[in-house]
């Protein structure tokens, strides 16, 4: 079962910053968090992963409360291409499979 | 540089029958995992190659089966296909102790 959860649904409107919450209250000290996300009709597309400090790339900014029992992916502006469905997961490094809940479906609103 | 190819797009099967789904890994990746992701649910891990070998399985029955070939492309098999059977099924590949996986389109299989 994934040990992650998110809410089922969001909304943001087109160049605004989109947040995506995550709970991982029994996240162990040596999983990463992960994020990957499907666009309709596609195969997930990994964005963004941590372990303990915040991380940012040319796709996303990932926040990691210093518990580590939440996090936050970050969108800083939303473009329609962004409509898909986000899945926050939590892993161990290496060849562990990716465990997926049902993601939220983030919807950008032009 | 291609990704990850999965072949075919979609396919159309009746009950009992049997299926093979291929998978070309992107380039330089040596291990390859399956997915199978039914309508509206997230991907479930169905096993992991790496040396031609399985290395890891997901709960799902024998009636799955793979292969991976010398040059890291995989098969997936499924033999007395059940209606349940239908699924979008999903290739990854990565570098084996590698953190990201590279996912295909999938091949998206429909039992009648």
Known sequence: ?110 | DAGVTQSPTHLIKTRGQQVTLRCSPKSGHDTVSWYQQALGQGPQFIFQYYEEEERQRGNFPDRFSGHQFPNYSSELNVNALLLGDSALYLCASSLSGANVLTFGAGSRLTVL
């Open chain 1, 1 to 110: 079962d994934a040990k992650t959860t998110q809410p089922p649904s969001m909304d943001c409107a087109e160049g605004r910053a989109a947040n995506l919450p995550c709970n991982h209250s029994t996240i162990s000290g040596n999983e990463y968090v992960y994020w990957y996300r499907q666009i309709h009709s596609q195969g997930p597309q990994y964005i963004i992963h941590g372990l303990k400090n915040n991380e940012t790339n040319e796709m996303a900014s990932l926040i990691i409360t210093e518990d580590r029992k939440s996090s936050t992916l970050i969108l800083p502006h939303a473009t329609l291409r962004d409509t898909a469905v986000y899945y926050c997961i939590v892993r161990d490094q290496g060849n562990t499979p990716l465990v997926f809940g049902k993601g939220t479906r983030l919807s950008v609103i032009a």
